[in-house]
């Protein structure tokens, strides 16, 4: 008797929790419509995007380091150009990396008749190679995240666990045995298990600084700095001299809308649905907080990533702090256009029906635009095959079969 009162208490206070939410919901979208008239009546001072004279900027680089929301950012960037026509660098056959985690070549590029104008699938930042083929006006652009939670996704993702036999699977265990797991899972012989890691990388150390070409040792042979924080320190300032933007994953909605700036985008090219977003195989990796003894295991274990992170996270809110309090409210009425493309699209399920149309209102920063169930397909579909589908046509060329052996660098589909 006392479980089944206990049992309807729960279901009592989750249906509460369920209707207060939605009823939550509902206002915010409501009060997208109103707020139009605060932006207007607003003292704020901020840039006026609407009336600026910059151009929107279609061509760019962007670093796609792994495990930073990179898939999110890459629906983004893949249909931002796949509606504009615009032309992508696409790996060689069918693989899925521009060479990633080697050094980009340029051999791992699909050639084109047209030129490029967007190099964003996985590729490691090699200036030298990329200058080569992309326009002078190029922009480069990066994401990422508290190497904490960063590891976390990774170990999870990956499943470094299962791969070199951590008992349970267990996020402390490996941590608190970082060297001799992470020397198992680099080996030749966890190959079979790995998924598209090549031998001797190390998917658990430095590795979004690896992403954005700093030496460390990766190929073998190759220059290491990882445990020279002077040249860390300079490598990262010369990231940050040839960035226009390093975004912060942890923060965003506020990266979204400081990318909209940085390249004189509009709302509608920002809006997204998470993608590929991991579900923790263990509630101790989910939960666990970066404090104590794991945490100072972790910081000497991949010191590059924590230099770069507290670089560019203070760089980041520098830039904020420099837009002004405009940027705040730019950022608040994007969350709530985010919240009714959400609803419009993958609420109501507008996405199955093309030709639906969402009139989203205008607002000091932006004018009226639509948004249609065609949009949402967009928002949620994962667009490499529609590219090369596109290159093959342009190109007159006919579409590569799978390979019959996995490439030597990288992955293939």
Excluded at 31 to 44: I, V, W
Excluded at 69 to 90: H, K, P, Q, S
Excluded at 297 to 323: G, Q
Aim: proline fraction near 4%.
């Amino acid at each position: 008797m006392f479980l089944r009162i206990r049992k309807l208490f729960l279901l009592l206070i989750l249906t509460v929790s369920i209707v207060y939410w939605m009823l939550l919901l509902n206002f915010k979208i409501k009060n997208l419509h109103t707020r139009k008239l605060d932006f207007l009546e607003s003292n704020y001072t901020f840039r006026d995007f609407q009336n600026s004279t910059c151009s929107e900027s279609r061509n760019f680089v962007f670093i796609k380091c792994m495990k930073c929301a990179t898939e999110t950012m890459g629906t983004i960037l893949r249909r931002f150009g796949y509606i504009r026509d615009l032309n992508f660098v696409l790996p060689i056959k069918r693989n899925l990396y521009l060479g990633w985690p080697f050094p980009l070549e340029q051999t791992d590029v699909k050639p084109s008749s047209f030129g490029y104008n967007i190099l964003m699938e996985h590729s490691i930042y090699t200036p030298n190679v990329s200058n080569k083929f992309m326009p002078n006006n190029t922009k480069y652009i990066s994401i990422i995240r508290s190497p904490w939670e960063h590891l976390k996704s990774a170990f999870n993702y990956f499943d470094l666990g299962g791969v070199v036999g951590v008992p349970n699977r267990s996020y402390t265990n490996f941590l608190e045995n970082i060297e001799f797991y992470s020397n198992k899972y680099v080996s030749h012989e966890s190959r079979i298990n790995r998924m598209c890691i090549a031998d001797g990388f190390r998917i658990s150390k430095n590795l979004m600084s690896h992403c954005l070409g700093m030496p460390l040792g990766f190929p073998l042979g190759t220059k290491d700095i990882g445990n020279n924080t002077h040249e860390i320190e300079e490598y990262i300032t010369k990231i940050d001299r040839e960035f226009s933007l390093i975004m912060i994953a942890d923060h965003f909605t506020e990266s979204l809308v400081m990318l909209k700036r940085t390249m004189c985008w509009k709302f509608k090219d920002i809006l997204y649905h998470y993608s590929n977003v991991g579900n923790y195989k263990s509630a101790e990796t989910k939960d666990i907080r970066p404090e104590g003894r794991y945490l100072e295991i972790h910081k000497n274990w991949s010191a590059a990533d924590y230099l770069l992170f507290n670089h560019f996270n203070k760089t980041f809110w520098n830039k904020v702090k420099r837009e002004g309090p405009g940027f705040v409210e730019e950022v608040e009425h994007f969350r709530l256009i985010q919240m009714l493309v959400e609803r419009f699209c993958f609420v109501e399920n507008n996405w199955s029906l093309p030709e639906s149309v969402l009139q989203v209102p205008g607002s000091r920063f932006e004018a009226a635009f639509n948004v249609t169930g065609e949009d949402c397909v967009l928002m949620s579909t994962y667009m490499l095959p529609m590219l090369w589908a596109r290159y093959y046509e342009k190109e007159g060329l006919e579409p590569e079969g799978k390979a019959e052996t996995p490439p030597e660098r990288g992955c293939s589909i």
